[in-house]
C-alpha cells in the first residue's frame, strides 16, 4: 500500500494563479481531510469529506474548492492564489471521522 | 467552537529529563488522539483514547485521558534525542474535531 500520496511537493505560484493540489489513497478510506500549517498555528482544517459525493468545510474554507468524486481522491483547488495561502499542506485520510489519520508527506505552496 | 488548548508551546529539556505536555477543553470529548510530527515530516499517529480515565503505555510514553473527558496528558520519561519533535492532541465532539497548537520538544544531549 502506498498509502496517502500528494503532489507535488512543492510549488511556487504568483498571486492570482489557480492550481490543484493532488491527494490519493489506497486503503479503501471514508473520511479525508485537508490541512494546512502554518508556524505556531497548528493544523487547521480547511475541507473535509466523509464519502464520494459529500464534501463540508472546515475551520479555514476560503480561498478553496474541494471535490470527492471517488473514494480514493481528494484534490484541493486554489481559486485565485494570495500570499496568505503560503503554507504547508497535509491530506490526511482515515477509516472513518473518528479513527487514526493517516497523512500525506505534504505540499510545500509559496505564493509570491 | 470546539477548543482544544494544548501547553505548553514549547518545552526544551536535557536528556533524560522528563517532559510532559497538556491538552484541555471547555466540553467533553468523545475521544483524543495524540499525534508526533518530526521537524520537516508529517503527523503520525501515536494513540488513540476513548474511556473516562483511561492510561496507556507506549515505551517511555504515557498517555492519561482524564475522568471528565475534557482534558489529556502525554508523558515522556526519561527523553531521548529522538524524542524531538512536535506533539499534537486532536480531538472533539459530535463530528467536530480539532488539532491543538502542539508542543514543540527540544532536546539537548
Known amino acids: 500500500n502506498a498509502g496517502v500520496t500528494q503532489t507535488p511537493k512543492f510549488q511556487v505560484l504568483k498571486t492570482g494563479q489557480s492550481m490543484t493540489l493532488q491527494c490519493a489513497q489506497d486503503m479503501n478510506h471514508e473520511y479525508m481531510s485537508w490541512y494546512r500549517q502554518d508556524p505556531g498555528m497548528g493544523l487547521r482544517l480547511i475541507h473535509y469529506?466523509?464519502?464520494?459525493?459529500?464534501?463540508d468545510q472546515g475551520e479555514v474554507p476560503n480561498g478553496y474548492n474541494v471535490s470527492r468524486s471517488t473514494t480514493e481522491d481528494f484534490p484541493l483547488r486554489l481559486l485565485s492564489a494570495a500570499p496568505s495561502q503560503t503554507s504547508v499542506y497535509f491530506c490526511?485520510?482515515?477509516?472513518?471521522?473518528?479513527?487514526?489519520?493517516?497523512f500525506g508527506p505534504g505540499t510545500r505552496l509559496t505564493v509570491l | 467552537g470546539q477548543q482544544v488548548m494544548q501547553i505548553p508551546q514549547y518545552q526544551h529539556v536535557q536528556e533524560g529529563e522528563d517532559f510532559t505536555t497538556y491538552c484541555n477543553s471547555s466540553t467533553t470529548l468523545s475521544n483524543i488522539q495524540w499525534y508526533k510530527q518530526r521537524p520537516g515530516g508529517h503527523p503520525v499517529f501515536l494513540i488513540q483514547l476513548v474511556k473516562s480515565g483511561e492510561v496507556k503505555k507506549q515505551k517511555r510514553l504515557t498517555f492519561q485521558f482524564g475522568e471528565a473527558k475534557k482534558n489529556s496528558s502525554l508523558h515522556i520519561t526519561a527523553t531521548q534525542t529522538t524524542d524531538v519533535g512536535t506533539y499534537f492532541c486532536?480531538?472533539?465532539?459530535?463530528?467536530?474535531?480539532?488539532f491543538g497548537k502542539g508542543t514543540k520538544l527540544s532536546v539537548k544531549p
Open positions: 490526511a485520510s482515515s477509516r472513518h471521522t473518528y479513527n487514526e489519520q493517516f
Open positions: 469529506s466523509v464519502g464520494a459525493g459529500i464534501t
Open positions: 486532536y480531538g472533539g465532539s459530535q463530528g467536530n474535531l480539532i
